[in-house]
């Protein structure tokens, strides 16, 4: 089980091995690093650590606003934990931390983790305006009594993984693609709230998600998604956007999710949508007859995939 420490000012440990970054979405290219640095610490009796951030630093630096994060810190922690990560410090960003040197910053990890190794990725840098940079870290190893290991950069489709790539992704509604760069479904978790009850005219009642104000919402559109709530699965036909046939000029996207032969009430309760691959954009029937045509093929495609997929 791994432990989330909120602060660095909460750890105390010694001869540890680290990586440090915002990590969001632990994609393929985090996990290289993380598998190494793992392995590594654990063959010595060491204990595998990583430090990231909450807020986003460009949050904090460049005013970046919106929903657009793969992972909170939660889901993040347990991400990492099951990679074999010991410890991980989520460490509030802030102008303070903005404006600390690398080399301060750095004394601060001597003193509160006994750095032994630092592993980073090819483009990393820490401190005030990324002054820390690879050469600048090597020299405080140096001195500090730390090793610097600098891991080379994951490629995929001819490109160095990164979470903007998936950001983009998502946005485009490729969850296949995300997904393949991610090394695992994309997830978005939300309570189920009062919608207008029209799914239930028609006799297709759909569980409308709040996913609050941070995740980021795959583009417009209709998904096949693998639901969870209360710890069981079901296969979902999920649509993403502003619902044209009955809203009109309403551009206030919605999450709603048909869980296949699921009956009972989920009102409060949190699903997890698990994306597993976008059908078709969103459209404006003619009618409700031609709407309901198409959501049931929506929902034998969506039994299809998720049969070959985990076979649900």
């Not at 680290?18 to 190494?36: A, P, S």
């Not at 005013?63 to 810190?73: D, I, S």
């Not at 891991?151 to 950001?167: D, E, N, Y």
Request: proline share 4%; aromatic share 6%.
């Amino acid at each position: 089980m791994v432990a989330h420490l909120l602060s660095l000012a909460d750890a105390a440990l010694q001869n540890a091995w680290l990586t440090i970054g915002t990590f969001d979405g632990v994609h393929i290219g985090h996990q290289e690093i993380v598998r190494g640095l793992v392995a590594g610490a654990h063959a010595e009796g060491a204990p595998a650590v990583v430090l990231t951030f909450h807020p986003h630093p460009a949050v904090v630096v460049r005013g970046r606003k919106g929903a657009f994060y793969l992972t909170l810190p939660d889901e993040r922690a347990a991400l990492l934990g099951e990679l074999g990560v010991d410890v991980v410090i989520t460490q509030e960003f802030d102008p303070q931390m903005a404006a600390t040197s690398a080399p301060d910053f750095i004394r601060v990890l001597k003193e509160r983790l006994g750095l032994r190794q630092l592993w980073i990725g090819h483009d990393f840098a820490l401190g005030r305006a990324r002054s820390g940079n690879t050469d600048v870290l090597r020299q405080l190893g140096d001195q500090l009594g730390y090793q610097l290991h600098v891991v080379s950069p994951v490629q995929a489709v001819g490109q160095v993984v990164s979470s903007s790539q998936v950001r983009a992704l998502l946005d485009a509604g490729q969850v296949r693609q995300a997904n393949q760069l991610l090394g695992r479904p994309y997830c978005l978790s939300g309570q189920v709230i009062h919608g207008d009850g029209r799914g239930r005219t028609i006799n297709i009642p759909t569980a409308n998600l709040d996913p609050g104000s941070e995740k980021l919402v795959p583009g417009k559109g209709v998904y096949v998604c693998l639901a969870e709530v209360d710890g069981c699965q079901w296969p979902a036909a999920t649509n993403i956007g502003v619902r044209p046939t009955f809203d009109g000029k309403n551009n206030q996207a919605h999450i709603e999710a048909h869980l296949l032969d699921f009956s009972g009430d989920l009102y409060g309760k949190t699903v997890q949508l698990s994306f597993l691959e976008y059908l078709r954009g969103e459209q404006r029937f003619s009618d409700k007859e031609a709407l309901v045509a198409q959501i049931c093929q929506d929902i034998q495609q969506t039994r299809l995939v998720v049969a070959a997929s985990v076979g649900v």
